[in-house]
């Protein structure tokens, strides 16, 4: 009696999954836009892994007269369906990247800044799938820098950005 009722338990947890689970996108290309500490936007890449999971690609870059740098994080995200058309979704990653600081202007007693990083990343966020093959999403992204210069003199970065991807 106790196994039926475990198999039928487990069968059941199954089909609820399955029903609640939407289909991510194969692919989806876009920008990300955000606050990432100087770093500017980000071309932002999503791949799908399974029917839950992604991967998530994204550079980011600043060209400017006294700033210069790339930063590229890789995230491996776990999405759930909330609604139809509705997602939210965590991931953990991390990158590396590079920054030049020119001061130029004294603004800081004249002193420059260079340094490549590694970083460790979280990421939470919430998505909406529309019916022509557009997504945009609103997502936290916690990261830690490891360098010499420690990230620009601070070790911990709070990004919050919006998405605009194109799926296909």
């Given at each position: 009696?106790?196994?039926?009722?475990?198999?039928?338990?487990?069968?059941?947890?199954?089909?609820?999954?399955?029903?609640n689970?939407?289909?991510?996108?194969?692919?989806a290309l876009?920008?990300?836009?955000?606050?990432?500490?100087?770093?500017?936007?980000?071309?932002?890449y999503?791949?799908?892994?399974?029917?839950?999971?992604?991967?998530?690609l994204d550079l980011g870059?600043?060209?400017?007269?006294?700033?210069?740098?790339?930063k590229?994080?890789?995230?491996?995200?776990w999405?759930?369906?909330?609604?139809?058309?509705?997602?939210?979704?965590?991931g953990?990653g991390?990158?590396?990247g590079?920054?030049?600081?020119n001061?130029?202007?004294?603004f800081?007693?004249?002193k420059?800044y260079n340094d490549?990083?590694?970083?460790?990343?979280?990421?939470?966020?919430?998505?909406?799938?529309?019916?022509?093959?557009?997504?945009?999403s609103?997502d936290?992204r916690?990261?830690?820098?490891f360098g010499?210069?420690?990230?620009?003199?601070?070790?911990?970065?709070?990004?919050?950005?919006?998405?605009i991807?194109?799926?296909?």
């Amino acid at each position: 009696m106790m196994k039926k009722i475990l198999i039928t338990s487990i069968l059941v947890l199954i089909a609820t999954v399955s029903m609640n689970a939407q289909e991510i996108s194969k692919n989806a290309l876009g920008l990300r836009l955000g606050d990432s500490d100087g770093f500017g936007a980000e071309i932002s890449y999503q791949a799908r892994l399974s029917a839950t999971h992604r991967l998530e690609l994204d550079l980011g870059w600043r060209d400017s007269k006294n700033y210069d740098g790339f930063k590229l994080a890789a995230l491996h995200q776990w999405v759930w369906n909330i609604d139809s058309g509705f997602n939210w979704y965590a991931g953990l990653g991390g990158g590396i990247g590079s920054y030049s600081f020119n001061d130029k202007n004294n603004f800081n007693d004249g002193k420059d800044y260079n340094d490549t990083f590694v970083f460790a990343a979280g990421d939470i966020g919430i998505e909406y799938n529309f019916d022509i093959p557009l997504l945009i999403s609103l997502d936290f992204r916690p990261e830690i820098a490891f360098g010499d210069e420690r990230y620009n003199n601070n070790d911990l970065d709070l990004d919050i950005a919006l998405g605009i991807r194109y799926q296909f």
